[in-house]
């Protein structure tokens, strides 16, 4: 192995969890990484002082002018936009729950609400463990402005979302019941899972059947998730629960087909949100996971 690879090797997998968190689609974060070391393999590894910083800053601006373009082009996607789930073997293990807890589907969602710049410096700051200093030499900016955006970030998620902190074995269960709540679809039992406030948001992309606004209310919910169950009473069904970026997700395999990934929120007792990802494209990466010591069959 060559320099320029182990080099680039050594600090690949903080490289990707920077790009895939600011970007939410691990194909683009690739494409970052690919950018990332084509610049490498052109510069002088003398000339730096500091390896790791120059990957890191190289591979922040360049997510970031990506951000700015995906963000553009999100304004006239189809409907809802979700995030693109990790294959289990693709995710590194962090060191602490809060970086953890910043992997997964619904704080990359989260995430959605901030400007490309101000998710840049929460990242590098409050996930990556950058200073202000650090993080503001990285983005060229003054380490104020950083404050700032890291300020602006964190006020903006905690208006999304009060809790971070993810109870897995709670997702769990909830997912279990939903499976036996549409084996016999009743209103009332279906009603039953979610709260009052419940939410809905489903990604099709324009290319497969989803709702192209979010719903509402636990009996909007039920109503939707009864009129689907019947429309499945026919087809073979099998749903499996799995660990996707981290936390419980449900996937749903339609005559052997996969046709969605679901993953909620809860508040221990209720199903708070539901994501539901149909977009073919984002799913094809999902194919290949199949029964595991993290996975379990559920009819």
């Known amino acids: 192995m060559d320099s320029d690879t182990a080099l680039f090797e050594r600090y690949r997998p903080r490289l990707f969890g920077l790009a895939y968190r600011m970007l939410g689609t691990p194909a683009d974060a690739e494409d970052v990484l690919h950018d990332v070391w084509l610049r490498l393999h052109a510069q002088d590894l003398a000339g730096l002082d500091d390896a790791e910083a120059w990957l890191v800053t190289v591979t922040t601006r360049l997510a970031l002018d990506r951000l700015r373009r995906t963000k553009a082009e999100r304004e006239h996607y189809p409907g809802p936009w979700l995030p693109e789930p990790l294959l289990p073997k693709d995710e590194q293990p962090d060191a602490t729950l809060e970086r953890g807890e910043s992997l997964t589907l619904s704080f990359l969602l989260l995430l959605e609400?901030?400007?490309?710049?101000?998710?840049?410096g929460f990242l590098l700051h409050d996930v990556f463990d950058y200073s202000h200093a650090e993080a503001a030499a990285i983005l060229g900016i003054a380490e104020e402005?950083?404050?700032q955006r890291v300020h602006r970030a964190r006020s903006r998620l905690?208006?999304?979302?009060p809790r971070f902190r993810v109870d897995e074995a709670a997702q769990r269960r909830l997912l279990q019941r939903f499976v036996a709540a549409m084996a016999e679809p009743s209103l009332d039992a279906l009603q039953a899972l979610f709260a009052e406030d419940a939410v809905h948001v489903s990604d099709g992309g324009g290319l497969a059947r989803a709702t192209l606004r979010p719903l509402h209310g636990a009996e909007r919910l039920a109503r939707l998730y009864r009129q689907l169950a019947r429309h499945l009473s026919g087809a073979h069904v099998r749903y499996e629960v799995v660990r996707l970026n981290g936390a419980p997700a449900l996937l749903f395999r339609e005559n052997e087909t996969l046709t969605t990934a679901m993953w909620i929120e809860c508040d221990g007792d209720r199903i708070t949100a539901v994501h539901a990802l149909r977009h073919p494209g984002k799913l094809a990466r999902l194919l290949t996971v199949t029964k595991s010591p993290f996975s379990a069959s559920l009819h």
């Open 113 to 120: 609400r901030l400007s490309p710049e101000e998710r840049a």
């Open 145 to 147: 402005a950083c404050r």
């Open 158 to 161: 905690r208006e999304g979302r």
